[in-house]
């Protein structure tokens, strides 16, 4: 009867422990899509190109000077003294993303998918 009690006692002990990991709990994640492809553009100097292309087709449209102008209106309308650049950054941000032409975004996308239907990922 005790060796009965002592076997059972073993069993809950052994059924109570934490189990096993499956994985090494020290590898790191697998990188998202996202990230792969951006690691491929920087490698391949794409990333760059893309960036001077946006550059020039927002200077070419005129979106550069209309955010400077804008830029300038909400430092005269606060106060030249009192404007941090965050608030500055925060308050005209969202209406340069939506400015952005829709040309240039579709330009920039179709140079992304190409870029991508041509590199193996």
């Not at 009965?4 to 002990?13: G, K, S, T, V």
Request: with cysteine; net charge positive; glycine share 4%.
């Amino acid at each position: 009867m005790v060796l009965l009690l002592q076997c059972n006692a073993y069993r809950r002990a052994s059924i109570n422990r934490p189990p096993t990991p499956d994985h090494d709990e020290d590898s790191k994640p697998e990188p998202t899509l996202q990230e792969i492809i951006n690691i491929k553009l920087i490698e391949s100097g794409e990333k760059e190109k893309l960036k001077e292309l946006l550059r020039e087709r927002l200077i070419e449209c005129g979106w550069k000077d209309e955010m400077k102008a804008q830029c300038r209106a909400f430092t005269r309308k606060k106060g030249r003294s009192s404007v941090t650049v965050d608030e500055l950054v925060h308050a005209i941000t969202p209406k340069g993303r939506s400015s952005v032409p829709d040309s240039v975004k579709a330009e920039l996308l179709q140079r992304i998918r190409s870029f991508l239907m041509s590199a193996t990922l």
